[in-house]
């Protein structure tokens, strides 16, 4: 194979290769609950929520791993609610957010 042909071979290659990753929707399931990731993507992976300070409802069993680990640090009243961290406008990346991830790994307290 001559010169000229190896590279769009081998590009064809590595979007074959990459292809199956290219559909797949980010997921946070790989990072520990708590864990704060910065990303360029338009929206916070699967399993994660924006660092903007919000309050969320203790009650709301999809949030108790969250709570457990951060507690009221951030605010809240520690019944109801409590808040996660305002990471907005920290990053200084233009485009990039922080997440904070609400669906993974839940970490070990060894």
């Known amino acids: 194979m001559n010169r000229d042909r ?4 081998i590009l064809a290659g590595l979007l ?4 199956p990753f290219a559909a797949t929707p980010a997921r946070a399931s790989g990072f520990y609950v708590g864990e704060i990731v910065l990303t ?5 992976p699967s399993g994660s929520l924006e660092a903007d300070g ?3 409802s203790i009650q709301d069993s999809m949030n108790q791993a969250l709570f ?5 640090t951030y605010g809240g009243d520690g019944r109801n609610d409590f808040a996660l961290p ?3 406008d920290k990053s200084k990346v233009q485009g990039a957010r922080y ?3 609400t669906q ?7």
């Open 54 to 56: 919000r309050k969320l």
């Open 40 to 44: 360029l993507s338009p929206a916070c």
């Open 99 to 101: 997440c904070i991830v």
């Open 6 to 9: 190896q590279i769009p071979a």
């Open 104 to 110: 993974g790994i839940y970490p070990s307290r060894d």
């Open 86 to 88: 305002d990471l907005r």
């Open 68 to 72: 457990s680990i951060v507690g009221t």
């Open 16 to 19: 074959l290769l990459l292809s």
